[in-house]
């Protein structure tokens, strides 16, 4: 594998369901995203990690809960979700500390999230 | 506070033909970095350029090329001979100051057709 890939590409769940998207970069970065991208709306930065510690969470509901257990690996909890949150999920990597415009974000396929 | 527009929305065109897709930024920072990224069907955004303030030397790619005018804060990206392979959503962004975010426009949907 190479770049940054994201499991499921596609995920269809209920309000009441329990999910987790994954990423995983295989590029040896040390900061990694989570952007919301909608119809119609620029993306949306949710979340930043910069060597597994979180640096930047953008106002978003807690139903997302993220976890970076390592710098290659990043994962967004899903729970209780609205109809409004069906959207494509875009994780990005970067090479150092992120923000600091140096650094190319990466970015994966996306999950494609439908909320029923 | 940053602010990247990209006034076109949808841009069609027939193949071999040329198209420029425009970007304006708005920074006080006199350092900045500025990106160009593509999104076909599929999903992923694909890096194409990044230019820092300090570089206004304009880029040429294959078929890409991008002219950067700091005087009008334009960042403006022209596909020469276009194909149907570069039909895609085309997205401007800006990174701006210390530990600052990118700031993406709206996006530019290009259709080429055969």
């Known amino acids: 594998e190479t770049g940054v890939t994201q499991t499921p590409r596609h995920l269809v769940m209920g309000m009441t369901n329990k999910k987790s998207l994954k990423c995983e970069q295989h590029?040896?970065?040390?900061?990694m995203y989570w952007y919301k991208q909608s119809a119609k709306k620029p993306l949306e930065l949710m979340f930043v990690y910069n060597f597994k510690e979180q640096t930047e969470n953008n106002s978003v509901p807690s139903r997302f809960s993220p976890e970076c257990p390592n710098s290659s690996h990043l994962f967004l909890h899903l729970h209780t979700l609205q109809p409004e949150d069906s959207a494509l999920y875009l994780c990005?990597?970067?090479?150092?500390?992120?923000?600091?415009?140096?650094?190319?974000?990466?970015f994966g396929p996306g999950t494609r999230l439908t909320v029923l | 506070a940053q602010k990247v527009t990209q006034a076109q929305t949808e841009i069609s065109v027939v193949e071999k033909e040329d198209v420029t897709l425009d970007c304006v930024y708005e920074?006080?920072?006199?350092?900045?970095?500025l990106f160009w990224y593509k999104q076909p069907p599929s999903g992923e955004l694909v890096f194409l350029i990044r230019r820092n303030s300090f570089d206004e030397q304009n880029e040429i790619s294959g078929r890409y090329s991008w002219n950067f005018q700091k005087s009008t804060s334009s960042f403006n990206f022209t596909i020469t001979a276009s194909q149907v392979v570069d039909s895609a959503v085309y997205f401007c962004?800006?990174?701006?100051?210390?530990?600052?975010?990118?700031?993406f426009g709206k996006g530019i949907t290009l259709s080429v057709r055969p």
């Open positions: 590029l040896g970065h040390n900061a």
């Open positions: 920074t006080r920072d006199t350092t900045y970095y």
């Open positions: 962004a800006l990174s701006a100051g210390a530990n600052s975010k990118l700031t």
């Open positions: 990005a990597s970067s090479q150092g500390w992120a923000g600091t415009g140096t650094d190319t974000q990466y």
